[in-house]
């Protein structure tokens, strides 16, 4: 028996389609403690999440953190879970749904777009065993991280092609590794903030908080500390924001190490003894909400703020399947797959050559 798999539904002559792979970190299936430790455990095993020597991470893992972080989690997921369930499940679907009907709607070709996470479920193998199905021979791979990072678009990167490898007929593929400085990508938080602004007026202070990495990341040169940098910039200058008016920090830090600094919650418990009333967060580093998000800034770091004596925290949520949002991943997707879909136009010279091709295989032994 071949190593390599192929497609047993796969017939010579078959018209090929492109495929689009959405990528997001991942969710456990439920808040249940069990769950969560299975998630944890597939999530914090990633040697690019973690770089610690194996053998000492192991321990640490096994012996500290899965028999006492999913209870903490449990607590935590509950709070935001939905009627649908995890809420960056469920906006990452519909985030694909929309996709899938705007490219169906525009364009004649079969292209199809799957949604799948790093951890959890749908997985990338299953996602990818979805694509080779369809007789996708053209990938466009589109981890949902606007910056770079090792942790995350790396990962994505990693165990997207390990899966590919075991394909006899590996297929064409491109990869979209960061998007933080798009014109679009700025243009659409902007837009976010502002119709929020609209809504209910602007608060003192904006702070951009995005997830943590640990600090001798970046100095082994991971672009992501950077690019956050950049991105904050970026749409504080089309909000025409005083540089006194905007902040950024880093959440999510785990462990005693050195994390990328400033603290989100040192930083805001700093401005709640500094009496400030009203701060604005959003967090351009996620493109659909999730624990980090509703849990960790909206009602954590809410309560830190307010008790060191601050006025009101409010949240401004992420892009999810908003409509800008949606058509800007619509358009970048387009952009990089633009002579894909040139090539891929139906014509009567594609329909001869793939009955040719069709006839020769037959002749040599082909199923029909």
């Given amino acids: 028996m071949s190593r390599f798999l192929s497609n047993p539904k796969y017939k010579h002559g078959t018209s090929e389609s492109i495929g689009i792979l959405l990528v997001n970190l991942g969710t456990p299936r439920d808040f249940k403690t069990s769950s969560i430790r299975s998630y944890l455990k597939q999530f914090l095993s990633d040697p690019r999440v973690i770089e610690i020597p194996r053998l000492l991470w192991w321990l640490i893992l096994h012996f500290f953190i899965l028999p006492l972080r999913p209870r903490t989690s449990s607590k935590a997921y509950k709070k935001i879970w939905t009627e649908e369930g995890s809420p960056l499940l469920c906006h990452s679907k519909r985030i694909a749904e929309k996709l899938n009907q705007k490219f169906k709607d525009k364009f004649k070709q079969e292209i199809y777009v799957e949604l799948a996470m790093s951890y959890g479920e749908p997985s990338i193998s299953n996602a990818l065993n979805k694509l080779h199905d369809k007789f ?14 090792n942790t995350t678009s790396g990962s994505v990167y990693e165990n997207v092609c390990k899966t590919l490898f075991k394909r006899r007929w590996i297929p064409e593929f491109r990869y979209i590794n960061h998007y933080h400085d798009d014109p679009k990508y700025i243009k659409s938080i902007m ?22 990495l640990p600090q001798k990341m970046l ?24 540089k006194d008016k905007w902040f ?22 700093k401005w709640g003894k500094d ?33 060191a004596g601050g006025g009101s925290l409010r949240y401004i949520p992420a892009l999810n399947e908003s409509e800008n949002h949606i058509s800007f991943l619509h358009d970048l997707i387009e952009k990089n797959i633009s002579d894909w879909i040139d090539n891929a136009t139906p014509t009567d010279i594609n329909k001869k050559e793939l009955q040719e091709s069709y006839i020769r295989a037959t002749q040599k032994g082909a199923t029909e």
């Fill in 275 to 307: 009496k400030i009333g009203t701060v604005d967060v959003i967090c351009p580093g996620f493109a659909a909400d999730c624990l980090e998000t509703l849990e960790e800034i909206a009602i954590q770091n809410n309560k830190f703020f307010i008790n």
């Fill in 219 to 242: 100095l082994d040169g991971d672009p992501y500390y950077c690019q956050c940098q950049k991105t904050a910039r970026l749409i504080a200058k089309e909000l025409k924001l005083e």
């Fill in 191 to 212: 837009i976010s903030i502002d119709e929020y602004w609209n809504k209910h007026g602007r608060g003192e202070k904006l702070l951009f908080s995005f997830h943590g």
């Fill in 136 to 149: 996708v021979r053209q990938i466009l791979l589109l981890p949902m991280y606007p910056q770079y990072s």
């Fill in 248 to 269: 950024v920090s880093f959440q999510s830090r785990l462990g005693r190490t050195q994390w990328l600094e400033p603290y989100t919650d040192q930083t805001l418990i």
